[in-house]
């Protein structure tokens, strides 16, 4: 899986649209761009998945641009319960290689009242 | 919910001893994915089995084991427990054959060594 790289925290004021970058250069030809979120002592949960563009769904938008070494997670007029640490994975869902899972530390994302 | 069971949820033990932690994945699910997270840690990707087949590790230690069964729900099992083994143990499981597809993740088990 190709090394990603994100803020370690971002703060933001509650309804504001929160970006969230995370850097993967080595980004392979079959890889997807996997969004995560996770609440203290609780298992993650899946946000949204993109190989290019944009996707939107109820929640986020994920925007990724045309070298995909890159990718933004936009999460709009975000509330309190928007504080979690969030993730980006990247990876090839369907072959088989030398996966190593690494979901790093994510990004700490506190909303301010 | 999201589909995926873990049991039990808290578990306290000794150190030296062995545990079994159990998941059942989403219905359809081939993939299931073990998880360690240490307090204020990251998740650490422990081993991953495809249709009861291991199919990637990681930073397994050589005291954890896990397999996958025919009807697909998996055991990991931890033995001569350790304080630092104390943790939440997570499993996932996709209806990919990789952990680049989404993954959805079991409640946890906490498991604390004494």
């Known amino acids: 899986l190709a090394k990603t790289t994100q803020p370690i925290s971002m703060d933001s004021y509650e309804g504001q649209e929160v970006n969230i970058t995370c850097s993967h250069n080595?980004?392979?030809?079959?890889?997807?761009i996997t969004w995560y979120q996770q609440f203290p002592s609780q298992g993650p949960r899946f946000i949204i998945q993109g190989y290019k563009t944009k996707v939107t769904n109820e929640v986020a938008s994920l925007f990724i641009p045309a070298d995909r070494k890159s990718s933004t997670l936009s999460l709009p007029r975000v509330s309190l319960s928007d504080t979690a640490v969030y993730y980006c994975l990247v990876g090839d869902p369907f072959n088989f290689g030398n996966e190593k899972l690494t979901f790093g530390t994510g990004t700490r994302l506190t909303i301010i009242p | 919910d999201s589909g995926v069971t873990q049991t039990p949820k808290h578990l306290i033990t000794a150190t030296g001893q062995r545990v079994t932690l159990r998941c059942s994945p989403r219905s359809g699910d081939l993939s299931v994915y073990w998880y360690q997270q240490s307090l204020d840690q990251g998740l650490q990707f422990l081993i991953q089995y495809y249709n009861g087949e291991e199919r990637a590790k990681g930073n397994i230690l050589e005291r954890f084991s896990a397999q996958q069964f025919p009807d697909l729900h998996s055991e990991l099992n931890l033995s001569s427990l350790e304080l630092g083994d104390s943790a939440l143990y997570f499993c996932a499981s996709s209806n990919t054959p990789t952990g680049g597809g989404e993954q959805y993740f079991g409640p946890g088990t906490r498991l604390t060594v004494t």
């Open positions: 080595n980004i392979a030809t079959n890889d997807y």
